[in-house]
């Protein structure tokens, strides 16, 4: 079945700290990969995503690519902010179930 | 309004109190999930609608009921709850089931005393 592991958090870093956070799968097929966010108080928003291999997902400074070869999908991001303070789910989608959720990672950054 | 709102946002109850949690979205979608999300744990999906019919029911107990009137709302009827049924209730939407991006409302926060 399809499973994906992150790194355990709480991750702290600094304001304007270099972020990595790793995230690993496995599935049948040839998923589609999702990193979504959760703020403090909210539901969970869409980050960015990759539909196949060697895809780079981008948005708001953060950035993914789908590596087959390792079956990874790690989230990173050059200069993190206090506002990126938040909980972070890796996801994936085969196409032929609904989507398989990561535990989740807390990011905590301070000034 | 836009997007997927839930109501209440906050909810308290006895174990022995009847109380409905109501999603509605707004986007068009063909699909819609209710997602049990607690502490230290990983997002459990609990129901699965695609155009009114439920097509996942993941081990859930009896005391959760969903219902799906229409393609826009979503309903989760509660009775007789436990205290570790305590949690934040997502509800979340895509256009179609399997679909790879899910919606997600703000969530209710569920407190069984």
């Known amino acids: 079945g399809n499973s994906v592991t992150q790194m355990e958090g709480p991750v702290t870093l600094s304001e304007e700290a270099f972020l990595t956070i790793n995230c690993t799968y496995t599935?049948?097929?040839?998923?589609?990969l999702f990193w979504y966010v959760q703020y403090p108080g909210e539901g969970l928003q869409l980050l960015l995503k990759?539909?196949?291999?060697?895809d780079k997902g981008s948005n708001k400074g953060f950035e993914a690519t789908y590596r087959k070869e390792t079956t990874s999908f790690h989230l990173e991001k050059g200069s993190v902010q206090v506002s990126d303070s938040a909980v972070y789910f890796c996801?994936?989608?085969?196409?032929?179930?609904?989507?398989?959720f990561g535990k989740g990672t807390m990011l905590l950054v301070s000034p | 309004e836009t997007g997927v709102t839930q109501t209440p946002r906050h909810l308290v109850m006895g174990m022995t109190n009847k109380k409905s949690l109501k999603c509605e979205q707004h986007?068009?979608?063909?699909?819609m999930y209710w997602y049990k999300q607690s502490a230290k744990k990983p997002l459990e999906l609990m129901f699965v609608?695609?155009?009114?019919?439920?097509?996942e029911n993941n081990s859930v107990p009896s005391r959760f009921s969903p219902e799906c009137p229409n393609s826009s709302h979503l309903f989760l009827h509660l009775h007789t709850l436990q205290p570790e049924d305590s949690a934040l209730y997502l509800c979340?939407?895509?256009?179609?089931?399997?679909?790879?991006?899910?919606?997600f409302g703000p969530g209710t926060r569920l407190t069984v005393l």
């Open positions: 979340a939407s895509s256009q179609d089931h399997g679909g790879d991006e899910q919606f």
């Open positions: 599935a049948t097929g040839y998923p589609s």
């Open positions: 990759a539909t196949k291999a060697d």
């Open positions: 996801a994936l989608n085969s196409g032929y179930s609904t989507l398989t």
């Open positions: 986007l068009g979608h063909n699909a």
């Open positions: 609608y695609s155009l009114e019919e439920r097509v």
